[in-house]
């Protein structure tokens, strides 16, 4: 007739649903702001973030920004790197940023520091290294959105100095989505 019947109450036979969403658990690293060839760069933390994620067996590890140190960021900054230049700066990142074993991939994007070459340049030091090193994968900068497993992921890398409090930035972003 043209009519539909909603019933008052829910069926009382629940059951789980059946997005896939919920049949696959990734363990994913996440590291940001490494700034390789700074003089107060931590590598040694960096190799030991790796080494726990091979022995959790993450299923690939993103990288939010600022991979390497850059140039000219500020008075004096050229005294706190010890290697100048993108090519310097690009062959220590292809030589000395850690791997995962097996087959997994490292997802990159650039930060205010690395983009010191693009801005003087126009060299894209951080796809420069990706291309360069299999298991690291350029994905933009500053923000991206890409697929990894079938998950949509997004990365930032938030700049402009610290405000009032550390977690308002990401609060407004958050709000934004």
Excluded: W
Aim: net charge positive; aromatic share 14%.
């Amino acid at each position: 007739r043209g009519q539909a019947f909603i019933p008052q109450e829910p069926s009382k036979n629940f059951q789980p649903t059946n997005f896939k969403y919920f049949r696959k658990l990734y363990r994913i690293g996440l590291v940001s702001d490494t700034h390789l060839c700074s003089r107060y760069q931590q590598i040694t933390l960096l190799y030991d973030a790796y080494k726990i994620f091979d022995d959790r067996k993450v299923d690939f590890v993103l990288h939010s920004g600022d991979l390497v140190d850059g140039m000219d960021m500020y008075r004096g900054h050229h005294n706190e790197i010890f290697k100048h230049g993108a090519d310097e700066q690009k062959d220590y990142a292809v030589e000395t940023y850690p791997k995962l074993s097996g087959n997994r991939k490292t997802y990159v994007i650039g930060g205010q520091h690395d983009n010191s070459f693009f801005k003087s340049k126009g060299h894209n030091i951080v796809e420069a290294i990706c291309k360069e090193r299999k298991d690291l994968v350029y994905r933009g900068f500053f923000n991206a959105q890409f697929l990894v497993k079938g998950l949509m992921l997004e990365i930032r890398h938030p700049g402009g100095g610290v405000s009032y409090a550390r977690s308002y930035k990401m609060q407004k972003i958050i709000e934004n989505m």
